[in-house]
């Protein structure tokens, strides 16, 4: 197949964005709609809007950034896995009860929604995994350090959005300091998951199809754009 037809073909990251897309606008007609008109004053409907609109400017720019990048199919069900997740905590197991809410042990606070935290770490590792062997980045003695820090970073980043979240509605339903710290323990908790996961489990998601590159795909800058291979 000529290059044209490599540039007109679909690859995994552009499905995976695709079927994001129609799964959201499946769940705002069949929920979103019918809890924005009863609860359209509450402040957890607009904290919950303003982490719908985080994610999708999230997922947009990966994908624009990242879409030359070959990747498994694995790997992606992987990060919808953790996606889908983090929506199913929302869901209402019986009146006034979220699973977000739902104790997991009985010390401290583990809650279902920690375990989100740690999952969610987990893919965020083997994403950012995935995107250094595309790239041919050895970190060498420095991976693991590097790796952690890249996953509690990333973890860090969406405490912050929730603070912003909770200074700008007051009444919002994120929980305070505590929670906050809750959370970045759980997201360490499955950054050490993550890098003490056997390399040959790492390798299954991360590793990338083989991997072309051609002439007209190397843009001024010299990097070349990486294209999956067909054959």
Not at 29 to 41: G, N
Not at 130 to 155: C, N
């Amino acid at each position: 197949m000529g290059e044209a037809g490599h540039r007109g073909r679909l690859r995994p990251l552009d499905w995976a964005v695709l079927v994001n897309l129609g799964l959201f606008g499946l769940m705002a007609v069949l929920f979103y709609w019918d809890r924005f008109a009863v609860h359209r004053k509450s402040p957890n409907l607009r904290e919950f809007f303003v982490y719908a609109c985080v994610f999708a400017v999230l997922i947009g720019w990966l994908w624009w950034r990242l879409r030359t990048v070959p990747v498994r199919w694995r790997l992606l069900a992987a990060g919808e896995a953790g996606l889908l997740l983090h929506f199913a905590g929302g869901a209402t197991i019986r009146p006034g009860l979220r699973l977000y809410d739902v104790r997991l042990l009985p010390w401290a606070d583990m809650r279902f929604d920690k375990l989100v935290h740690v999952v969610a770490c987990v893919v965020v590792g083997l994403l950012a995994g995935a995107i250094l062997r595309a790239y041919g980045v050895s970190l060498g003695r420095l991976r693991t350090t590097a790796t952690i820090l890249i996953v509690v970073g990333v973890g860090a980043l969406w405490e912050i959005c929730e603070y912003l979240v909770v200074s700008t509605f007051p009444d919002a339903g994120v929980g305070g300091y505590d929670n906050n710290m809750q959370d970045m323990i759980s997201n360490l908790v499955g950054a050490f998951v993550y890098v003490l996961l056997p390399d040959r489990w790492r390798g299954f998601f991360e590793d990338a199809p083989e991997a072309t590159m051609t002439g007209a795909d190397v843009p001024a800058g010299g990097a070349p754009h990486l294209e999956a291979s067909h054959r």
